[in-house]
């Protein structure tokens, strides 16, 4: 059977997978017809989706071994599946000291880490007197402020490169960032302004208005820092949302060329969540999802976290990731702690049955790590020193 026979040819206007995959360029109603595929018809939109991967990166997915550094979880928003957001006196609210940052970086270091994930609440001193006060304890003005000099102690007496992942940015403070980070990263989610109406999953959440996460990412492109983004699916969302999501990303990378990644992430139900009795979407719309994300951006690295999707994360691969993100040795995942990560054992037992070699890359990935090592200065001696000659981890650990 041929993918096009595959996809259904019932309706005169589908898409034409084979055709797709030929270069023709998929567009905002053919990828809603694809999400909306029948159980018959997923295997040939899979295989269009890995065929596509195979062009792209033929045999070779990719991991970050990172360190998740949580340097602050209060946060000035209230989005309904966060679980990782704490009010000041709540139980668990934290705020990392400089020597608990270093402690952690140099414990992951040990074990082979080579990237810092930064991941911290949205500007929390807006919201609370408390955050202004430890930032005035620990001597700076802002969260950003903190955030910066804490991604320049890594890069200074660490051989970990940083990547934070703070929220909205000023085109300012995208620079200040850059300087000290050869990639960060802003989750668009999604471009659906319902959601921030009332009961909605963003109804408190005044940074999760997507004009102004489309503006940071756009900011990024124009400095050309390379830049991860993503949706997170099962929010409330339409499938129509998703591709309008998905198509959004792919005009601001087609204006810049600086996303590195397009993550696809799932909603995941836990106690404590405003939305914890919300339907999680089915792993075949998950699935749908990636696929028609490899189909929309052939040629952008494509990720999907595979402890939201255990124990079925091998799946992913099917439908044409070529990255698990971020997996660490060490730390939890704070935004998902129910939900550990893999063994990287695993990781690589589950690429290699798939017929792909496993590889450990560095935050920024080596199709834009050139450009940063050349930097003149810290940033660029420390990715330079981090990298092998094809531009993975050279400091690769075994899995
Ligand atoms: S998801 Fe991010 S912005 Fe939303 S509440 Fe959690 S930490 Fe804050």
Known sequence: MTAREGIGLQDNSLIFLDELGHGLPLAHEGACRLLRCSDDELPALLAAARAARQRFKPGVITYSRKVFIPLTNLCRDYCGYCIFR??????????????????????GEKMGCTEALFSLGDKP?????????????????????????????????????????????SAEWIARLAAVSPSMGLMLETTNTALLGPGRAHDNAPDKIPAKRLRTIEAAGMQSVPFTTGLLIGIGETREDRVDTLLAIRELHRRYGHIQEVIVQNFRAKPGIPMHDWPEPTRGEMLRTVAVARLLMPEVNLQAPPNLSAPYYDELLDAGINDWGGVSPLTPDFINPEKP???????????????????????????FLAAIAARPGLLGEKVQAAADREGYAGRATAA
């Open 125 to 169: 001193e807006l919201a609370f007197p408390e955050m202004r006060a430890t930032l005035r304890h620990l001597g700076y003005n802002s969260t950003l402020h903190y955030l910066e000099a804490m991604c320049e102690r890594i890069l200074g007496e660490t051989s970990l490169l940083p990547h934070p992942n703070p929220g909205l940015l």
């Open 341 to 367: 990560w893999p063994h990287l054992a695993q990781l690589q037992s589950s690429t290699e049955s798939r017929g792909c070699i496993l590889r450990q890359r560095l935050p920024v990935y080596p199709e």
């Open 86 to 107: 704490r009010d000041p006196g709540e139980a668990g609210a934290r705020t990392m000291t400089p020597d608990q940052v270093l402690e952690v970086a140099q414990a």
